[in-house]
C-alpha cells in the first residue's frame, strides 16, 4: 500500500490539491485502481479485498487530513513581505504553462492520475490510478503554485469523520453537474453513501463426471451399433449376384406328361392303360385344374339339393345366380353353432368312408371383394367327428379339400353332418357354395 499512498501524493502535487473535488477525484481514481488490480491479479477472497479497501481507506483519510492540517496552516499565515525590486521590462506574455504530470505504470499499463483540462465543462473523469512494481518515485517535477485557497471550497471546521465519509463517497461527476444537483453538499460531497460491490466471483468450471463419461460411451456405441444393423439388413455390402432374388433363369416348367395323377411320380405310368400294381393303386388322387375332377369323385351336394341344407338361429342360406352359375349364399350372424349351416351327408358315403382315410373338396366363393375366413366342422353319429378346419374364401372360385378318417368299429346307419360357419368374427360376412364332393379311401 505504500505504493498507492506515493502515487497519490505524487497526483495532489500536481494538480490543484486545494480544491476539495480535485482530491476526491483522485481518491476515487486510487479505489478504481484498487479494484482493476485485485481483478487482474484474480484475488476474489472477500476477506483479502476487504482489508485491502480498508487500508486503502485509511491511507486515503490519513493523507486527506495532512491536506486539511496544511490549507489550515496555509490561511492562517500571512503571506511574507517581498523586497520592493525594479519592474520586470516588458516582455511578450507568454502562454499559461501546462502541467505534466508523470505516467505511473503497473504491469506495462499506463495510467494518468491527474484530472483532464476540461474536467469542469465536459464532466470526463477520466483521471486514473496504477500502483505496483517498476514505478519511478525520482519522476516529479517542481509544483506549479497554486492559486490560493478558498474557505468556500475547503470546510476545515468539520470533523474528521464527516469529512471522510464525504470524501468516500465522493460522485465522479464533473463540477458544474455537481453544483445542479440536489444529492450534493456545497462541497461537492454525496449526501448518501455510494455503496461499492465487489464483482461476483466467477465459479470454476465443473469438470464431467463418471455418468456423464458412461452416457456418452453408450451413445456412441449404440448409434455405431444402429448403423452396422442398417449396413447388414439392407444388403449394402452383397454382391450383384447375391443381391438377385428372382426366378433363376432358365424358370423351371412342368407338363401334362411329367405327372398324371393316377400314379406317384416314381412311377412309370402304364402306356397300355392297365392299373398299376401293388399300393400305387392305393394312393390319393390328385385333382389336375386342367382335367377336373374324376369320376372316383362322388359329388353329394350341389345347389339345387336345397333339402339338404339347414340354417342355424343366426345364419340364412339363399339359393342365388352367380357368374359361374348357381350357388347356396351362406351368411352367419355369430362364430359359434348357432351361427353355422349343417349340410347331410348321405349314411352310404359314410360306410364307404369307415375304415380308411377319405378326402372331402369343397368348391366355395367369397361373396364380397375381400377374402373371408370360414370354419367347417362334421359330425357322423357313433362314427365320431373331425376337427374343426379353418379355410379362406376367395372372391375367385376355388376347390377347398381337407381329409377324414373314420374308425372300423361299427356300421353307420344314420346319415353325418357338415357344419359351415361362413364368418369366424361373427360380421355377417358370406360365402356362395357350389358343390360338395368325396373321394373315399381305399
Same mark, same amino acid.
Given at each position: 500500500?505504500?505504493?498507492?499512498?506515493?502515487?497519490?501524493? *505524487? +497526483?495532489?502535487?500536481?494538480?490543484?490539491?486545494?480544491?476539495?473535488?480535485?482530491?476526491?477525484?483522485?481518491?476515487? %481514481?486510487?479505489?478504481?485502481?484498487?479494484?482493476?488490480?485485485?481483478?487482474?491479479?484474480?484475488?476474489?477472497?472477500?476477506?483479502?479485498? +476487504?482489508?485491502?479497501?480498508?487500508?486503502?481507506?485509511?491511507?486515503?483519510?490519513?493523507?486527506? @487530513?495532512?491536506?486539511?492540517?496544511?490549507?489550515?496552516?496555509?490561511? &492562517?499565515?500571512?503571506?511574507?513581505?517581498?523586497?520592493?525590486?525594479?519592474?520586470?521590462?516588458? &516582455?511578450?506574455?507568454?502562454?499559461?504553462?501546462?502541467?505534466?504530470?508523470?505516467?505511473? %505504470?503497473?504491469?506495462?499499463?499506463?495510467?494518468?492520475? /491527474?484530472?483532464?483540462?476540461?474536467?469542469?465543462? %465536459?464532466?470526463?473523469?477520466?483521471?486514473?490510478? *496504477?500502483?505496483?512494481?517498476?514505478?519511478?518515485?525520482?519522476?516529479?517535477?517542481?509544483?506549479?503554485?497554486?492559486?490560493?485557497? %478558498?474557505?468556500?471550497?475547503? /470546510?476545515?471546521?468539520?470533523?474528521?469523520?464527516?469529512?471522510?465519509?464525504?470524501?468516500?463517497?465522493?460522485?465522479?461527476?464533473?463540477?458544474?453537474?455537481?453544483?445542479?444537483?440536489?444529492?450534493?453538499?456545497?462541497?461537492?460531497?454525496?449526501?448518501?453513501?455510494?455503496?461499492?460491490?465487489?464483482?461476483?466471483?466467477?465459479?470454476?468450471?465443473?469438470? /464431467?463426471?463418471?455418468?456423464?463419461?458412461?452416457?456418452?460411451?453408450?451413445?456412441?456405441?449404440?448409434?455405431?451399433?444402429?448403423?452396422?444393423?442398417?449396413?447388414?439388413?439392407?444388403?449394402?455390402?452383397?454382391?450383384?449376384?447375391? /443381391?438377385?432374388?428372382?426366378?433363376?433363369?432358365?424358370?423351371?416348367?412342368?407338363?401334362?406328361?411329367?405327372?398324371?395323377?393316377?400314379?406317384?411320380?416314381? @412311377?412309370?405310368?402304364?402306356?397300355?392303360? +392297365? @392299373?398299376?400294381?401293388?399300393?400305387?393303386? #392305393?394312393?390319393?388322387?390328385?385333382?389336375?385344374?386342367?382335367?377336373?375332377?374324376? *369320376?372316383?369323385?362322388?359329388?353329394?351336394?350341389?345347389?339345387?339339393?336345397?333339402?339338404?341344407? +339347414?340354417?342355424?338361429?343366426?345364419?340364412?342360406?339363399?339359393?342365388?345366380?352367380?357368374?359361374?352359375?348357381?350357388?347356396?349364399?351362406?351368411?352367419?350372424?355369430?362364430?359359434?353353432?348357432?351361427?353355422?349351416?349343417?349340410?347331410?351327408?348321405?349314411?352310404?358315403?359314410?360306410?364307404?368312408?369307415?375304415?380308411?382315410?377319405?378326402?372331402?373338396?369343397?368348391?366355395?366363393?367369397?361373396?364380397?371383394?375381400?377374402?373371408?375366413?370360414?370354419?367347417?366342422?362334421?359330425?357322423?353319429?357313433?362314427?365320431?367327428?373331425?376337427?374343426?378346419?379353418?379355410?379362406?374364401?376367395?372372391?375367385?372360385?376355388?376347390?377347398?379339400?381337407?381329409?377324414?378318417?373314420?374308425?372300423?368299429?361299427?356300421?353307420? #346307419? &344314420?346319415?353325418?353332418?357338415?357344419?359351415?360357419?361362413?364368418?369366424?368374427?361373427?360380421?355377417?360376412?358370406?360365402?356362395?357354395?357350389?358343390?360338395?364332393?368325396?373321394?373315399?379311401?381305399?
Amino acid at each position: 500500500m505504500s505504493g498507492l499512498e506515493t502515487a497519490i501524493r *505524487s +497526483a495532489l502535487d500536481r494538480s490543484e490539491r486545494s480544491r476539495a473535488e480535485v482530491r476526491a477525484r483522485i481518491y476515487q %481514481s486510487a479505489r478504481q485502481a484498487l479494484e482493476a488490480g485485485l481483478k487482474k491479479q484474480n484475488v476474489n477472497d472477500p476477506e483479502t479485498v +476487504a482489508e485491502q479497501r480498508h487500508r486503502l481507506e485509511a491511507t486515503i483519510h490519513a493523507i486527506e @487530513q495532512e491536506e486539511r492540517a496544511r490549507l489550515k496552516a496555509e490561511v &492562517t499565515v500571512e503571506p511574507p513581505v517581498r523586497a520592493a525590486t525594479p519592474p520586470p521590462a516588458p &516582455t511578450t506574455p507568454r502562454a499559461p504553462a501546462v502541467h505534466q504530470e508523470p505516467d505511473l %505504470s503497473v504491469a506495462g499499463e499506463s495510467r494518468d492520475l /491527474r484530472p483532464p483540462a476540461n474536467a469542469r465543462a %465536459s464532466g470526463d473523469d477520466a483521471a486514473s490510478l *496504477s500502483f505496483g512494481v517498476g514505478r519511478d518515485h525520482d519522476r516529479r517535477q517542481e509544483p506549479v503554485p497554486s492559486p490560493s485557497p %478558498s474557505l468556500d471550497d475547503v /470546510r476545515a471546521d468539520r470533523a474528521e469523520a464527516d469529512d471522510l465519509s464525504r470524501l468516500d463517497e465522493f460522485s465522479t461527476k464533473s463540477p458544474a453537474a455537481v453544483e445542479t444537483d440536489d444529492s450534493y453538499d456545497e462541497d461537492g460531497f454525496a449526501r448518501e453513501p455510494v455503496n461499492i460491490r465487489a464483482e461476483p466471483v466467477a465459479k470454476p468450471r465443473r469438470r /464431467r463426471g463418471f455418468l456423464s463419461r458412461i452416457l456418452i460411451f453408450v451413445t456412441i456405441l449404440s448409434s455405431i451399433g444402429i448403423g452396422a444393423w442398417w449396413v447388414y439388413s439392407t444388403g449394402l455390402l452383397l454382391t450383384p449376384a447375391q /443381391r438377385e432374388t428372382g426366378l433363376p433363369s432358365p424358370v423351371p416348367s412342368a407338363s401334362s406328361e411329367d405327372y398324371t395323377g393316377d400314379q406317384p411320380a416314381d @412311377q412309370p405310368s402304364d402306356p397300355q392303360g +392297365a @392299373q398299376p400294381a401293388g399300393d400305387a393303386a #392305393n394312393q390319393p388322387k390328385t385333382i389336375d385344374p386342367q382335367r377336373g375332377f374324376s *369320376s372316383d369323385w362322388i359329388e353329394f351336394f350341389q345347389p339345387s339339393d336345397v333339402s339338404k341344407i +339347414a340354417a342355424g338361429p343366426n345364419a340364412t342360406v339363399d339359393v342365388i345366380g352367380a357368374s359361374d352359375g348357381r350357388a347356396i349364399h351362406i351368411v352367419s350372424r355369430s362364430s359359434d353353432v348357432t351361427g353355422a349351416a349343417s349340410i347331410e351327408v348321405p349314411a352310404d358315403l359314410l360306410r364307404q368312408m369307415v375304415g380308411q382315410t377319405s378326402t372331402l373338396a369343397i368348391t366355395v366363393q367369397s361373396s364380397s371383394e375381400k377374402p373371408i375366413q370360414f370354419a367347417l366342422t362334421c359330425a357322423f353319429d357313433r362314427l365320431g367327428d373331425c376337427a374343426r378346419h379353418r379355410f379362406t374364401a376367395n372372391p375367385e372360385k376355388a376347390d377347398l379339400l381337407f381329409r377324414v378318417t373314420l374308425p372300423n368299429t361299427v356300421v353307420a #346307419n &344314420t346319415p353325418g353332418k357338415l357344419f359351415i360357419n361362413s364368418d369366424i368374427g361373427g360380421e355377417g360376412s358370406g360365402i356362395n357354395l357350389y358343390a360338395i364332393r368325396l373321394l373315399p379311401g381305399r
